[in-house]
Each structure stands twice: as structure tokens, then as C-alpha cells.
């Protein structure tokens, strides 16, 4: 039997299998837009029903047709004018088309928020949103919080023109080496930042060769960003970097501020330099690349960071050289002071996925095709097609365990048969990864640390340019008062230091993207 034979047989009871089973939320419980079924595929008619698409893969594919486009258009009875405009090619032919009229019935994979709001409000673009009960399977991937959450920040004008893809999150928090905390006599993570203060002060008596506080290194400003990670949630300072650093503080009543202009900010660089005068963090945290920061991990160097859970079982920094040698993660957030340290949750969806033209609205039957194929990608079938391509080619599935097949991984399936991930990642093969399950642990054990749900802010595009603009000149007159700060060559305390560097923000025009940020954010 024929390689394409044999994967249209396969989506085909992949397709059977989805029509017949009833949609849930993730917590159990049945979706207000469920109750119905995956539409099934109706009986083709005598000619494919026609659309023109655009993909915006991220990775090429390396001809047009392929595997993935042939086996979608046999299966669903369409036929696709398809063209390839990668991410890395910009966003600058698609604003063409758009600006043109010719600009596609389809793309399934839109990876730029700004510019989807651009286009719907040009009226370019179907409001999804109001054909959301005909597309239960991929409703019933949020839970109704999560929904209400996925609107707030990818809706335009009140109205919902992207269908956001899942996310996945791999939640950051303190990570320490279990056992060289057990030989100071600490079998959990401190609770306080004075705690934490003594814990290094232990450790470094007890391992003189530890820098402190490791930093993952980068380039600019990486060292000071991720140095400050963990210690602004402490300070009840966090970033939201949905809105550019702006937040409701809620212990100023809710009053919108940047949090690196603020005097939470300000004690927080001077309890940093404290730390670093004492030798409890990294001295070259601000020059050190990412490869020396592993090194340094790997050779017993760095007891604790700010870092992704996941990274306790990673195999990339596993202790092999070290004897008992195991990492953690910290369950809490430690507090600077009585109150809590504040963070913000993780949402649960992407800004990017599938978008439909207008025209669409007046193409009954073209619409019905396209419903018919975003609830089957939707659904666990279509996960594992998209995701994985094309069994016992592309990957091998053996006791429950499903990989890629020997010479290929995901790029490799993306350029050579065209198949990425979309809407979602495939459980089934989530689940034999000991990274993902990691992930998941951590997002339940962690999930007491988030208290703030973040705020979108829709700018427009002439908006947009200038926050990018605006906060990315804040943000290098304030990563580098923080690098200066933390390493004693300026003082944060002193009135008349912390005034001139106030003045510095206003220079580059902080009041203006103030007022832009609270014509959202204002309470």
C-alpha cells in the first residue's frame, strides 16, 4: 500500500473517531458550547471547494504541494492555493496583499497580535468570535476562566478575529540544590528574604567556591533582567510584560506605574547590592555568557537561581560529576516583608493561530470546510497529524510511546512533508516526556504563587511604535542604573542619584508612555 494511501486511511478513522465523541472543558465539566459533536465530514461534492491559503510556518517547507497539504486536501474535499511567507521573511508581504484586496480566504498559523488587530479593524478579517459555538472541540480547550482571560487580550474592538493556540507554560521560581541546602540544615526554601539572606550567608561558609545567587548570562542587558527575577515578585513589584512593565499597583490603590520607576523597585536594588557586597551573587553577573553560567552549574558553582522548573530534571544540567547531587524548586516566593510577594499568572493561550478573511462570510460553504478542519486539528487526532506527520514515516509509536522516527524531529517533518504543530501539542506525545510532565507538577505545585491576573493593553499600531520605541530607551537607562547599583558603583539610596534617574526616564518619555498605558489600564 502506498505511503499516501496509507495516511489517508488513518485521518480517515482519525476523523470517525473525533465526530463521535463529545467535547468536555479541561476541568470535566461540559463547555457552555458543547453538547454537539465534531462536524462530520460531509459527502464530498463533484468539484473540491476552492481557497486560497497563507502559511507562516517557522519552518519552510521545502515544496509546495506536500504531505501535509495533499492529505488535508483529500481528506476535506478542498483545494488549496497555497503559499509559503514564513515568520522570517517579516510581516511585510502580507501587509501587501492585505492593503491590495488580495490577501487570502486562510492562515493558519498568524504570528503578529498588532497586525491582526490592524486588519480587522480595516475590516479585512472574520470575526471569529461570533462562529465560536460552531467550533466546540477547540472551545472546549479553555476552561470558561481561561476564555474570559483569551478575549480580554486577543479581542479587537470587542470582537475575537484569531483563534489563540494553547500554551504550555513552564513556570519559573527558585531553583537550589536540595542537598547542599540539606548540609546547612534546610530541608525547604526560605519563606523571607531575611531567611534567604542567612540561607547564602550558610552556604557560602559551608561551599566557599559557590558564587551565591548564579545569574543566566546573555547578551546586554540579560545578566541584570534575569538577576532581578524572583526578587521584584518579593518586593510585591512584578513585571507585566504584556503591558511593557506598566501595572496596577494594588498597594497604591491600583494607580498605574512602571515598575522600574517605582520605590519598591528602588529598595529592591538597594537589598540587591547588600547581597552582592557580601559575595552572595554572581560578581560577573553582568558580563557572564550563558555557557559559562553552565559550566558553573555543572562544576557545583551555582546552589540556587531564578529559573524554568523544568530545569531540575533537564538532562542538559544534570549534576553527573557531583556525588548526591540533586535540584529542587521553590514551592513559594519568598516575601520581603509581612505581606506576600506578588506575581502574575501565566495564561494559558498564545497570541498567534488561525485567522479567516471576510469574504468567508458570504462563502457559506468554504467556511463550513475550513470549521470542519480547525475542529479536527483541534482534537487529538489532528494534535498528533499536525505535530507528528506521518506514522511509521515521520515517527514511531512503541509501547505508548510516540517519536519522532530515527532522522527526523521537528523541523526536519516541518521542511520535508510540511506538518508543524497548530491550535495545540499532541498529549499523546506530551505525555512519555519527562520535561512536559515536570511542567505540569510544577504548574500545580506552584500555582499558590499567583495572585494577579495580567492586564492586556490593545494598542494600536501607531501606539505600539511607540512604547517599543519609548520602553526600549527607559529600559536600557534603567537596566544600566540597575547594573551600576547592584554592583556599588551607584547608590539607589542617595535622594539625589535616584531624582537624576528619575529624570533620565522622563527624558526618553516615560509621561507619554505613561498616559498611553493608563488609557487601558486606569482602574
Not at 506514522?391 to 508543524?420: L, M, P, S
Not at 506552584?446 to 526600549?472: H, R
Amino acid at each position: 500500500m502506498s505511503k499516501r494511501k496509507t495516511l489517508m486511511i488513518l485521518l480517515s478513522l482519525g476523523m470517525m473517531l473525533t465526530a463521535c465523541s463529545q467535547t468536555e472543558s479541561p476541568s470535566g465539566t461540559k463547555n457552555t458550547n458543547s453538547g454537539s459533536t465534531t462536524p462530520t465530514a460531509e459527502t464530498p461534492s463533484a468539484e473540491p471547494v476552492k481557497l486560497t491559503v497563507a502559511g507562516m510556518p517557522k519552518y519552510p517547507p521545502n515544496q509546495v504541494p506536500n504531505d501535509y497539504i495533499e492529505a488535508v486536501e483529500e481528506k476535506f474535499n478542498m483545494d488549496w492555493d497555497y503559499e509559503a511567507i514564513p515568520l522570517s521573511a517579516g510581516m511585510e508581504k502580507y501587509n501587501v496583499m492585505f492593503a491590495s484586496g488580495q490577501y487570502p480566504d486562510f492562515i493558519p498559523n498568524m504570528n503578529s497580535p498588532s497586525s491582526v488587530a490592524k486588519w480587522a479593524s480595516a475590516g479585512y478579517l472574520l470575526p471569529i468570535g461570533d462562529y465560536i459555538d460552531q467550533l466546540p472541540t477547540y472551545r472546549s480547550l479553555f476552561t470558561d476562566e481561561d476564555w474570559e482571560v483569551l478575549l480580554s487580550f486577543a479581542s479587537t474592538n470587542g470582537k475575537l478575529y484569531m483563534l489563540p493556540n494553547v500554551a504550555s507554560s513552564d513556570p519559573m521560581t527558585w531553583i537550589y540544590r536540595k542537598d547542599a541546602f540539606a548540609a546547612i540544615g534546610l530541608d525547604s526554601f526560605p519563606a523571607t528574604l531575611d531567611e534567604l539572606h542567612e540561607a547564602l550567608k550558610a552556604l557560602k561558609a559551608k561551599y566557599p567556591q559557590s558564587v551565591g545567587i548564579g545569574v543566566r548570562g546573555g547578551t546586554e542587558n540579560t545578566g541584570i533582567r534575569n538577576l532581578m527575577n524572583g526578587f521584584r515578585q518579593s518586593f510585591r513589584n512584578p513585571r507585566n510584560d504584556y503591558t511593557k512593565g506598566f501595572w496596577n499597583d494594588p498597594d497604591q490603590g491600583g494607580a498605574v506605574v512602571w515598575n522600574m520607576a517605582t520605590d519598591k523597585h528602588r529598595e529592591m536594588l538597594t537589598f540587591l547590592a547588600q547581597l552582592y557586597k557580601e559575595g552572595l551573587i554572581e560578581k560577573e553577573f553582568a558580563t557572564l555568557t550563558q555557557e559559562q553560567w553552565k559550566t558553573k552549574r555543572l562544576t557545583g558553582s551555582v546552589l540556587l537561581d531564578f529559573q524554568y522548573s523544568s530545569h531540575t530534571i533537564d538532562p542538559e544540567y544534570a549534576l553527573a560529576d557531583i556525588p548526591g547531587g540533586e535540584w529542587n524548586y521553590a514551592r513559594l516566593l519568598p516575601r520581603a516583608s509581612d505581606e506576600p510577594a506578588l506575581e502574575f499568572s501565566p495564561v494559558k493561550f498564545a497570541l498567534f493561530g488561525p485567522i479567516f478573511s471576510n469574504k468567508l462570510a458570504d462563502q457559506p460553504e468554504k467556511l463550513a470546510k475550513l470549521f470542519e478542519y480547525i475542529e479536527f486539528a483541534a482534537s487529538p487526532e489532528g494534535q498528533l497529524f499536525h505535530q507528528m506527520g506521518i506514522k511509521d514515516v515521520t515517527y514511531n509509536e512503541e509501547n505508548g510511546v510516540i517519536k519522532y522516527a530515527e532522522g527526523y524531529d521537528r523541523q526536519k517533518v516541518a521542511e520535508q512533508h510540511g506538518f508543524d504543530w497548530m491550535i495545540k501539542q499532541s498529549e499523546d506525545v506530551l505525555k512519555s516526556d519527562p520535561m512536559f510532565l515536570k511542567k505540569q507538577e510544577a504548574l500545580q505545585e506552584v500555582s499558590g504563587i499567583y495572585n494577579l491576573t495580567p492586564k492586556s493593553a490593545p494598542f494600536t499600531e501607531e501606539e505600539q511604535q511607540t512604547m517599543n520605541t519609548t520602553v526600549s530607551a527607559m529600559e536600557d537607562i534603567a537596566y544600566q542604573f540597575a547594573t551600576r547599583a547592584v554592583m556599588g558603583i551607584a547608590d539607589p539610596s542617595d535622594d539625589a542619584q535616584w531624582s537624576k534617574y528619575l529624570d533620565d526616564l522622563a527624558k526618553v518619555g516615560m509621561a507619554q508612555a505613561q498616559t498611553i498605558a493608563e488609557s487601558y489600564l486606569k482602574e
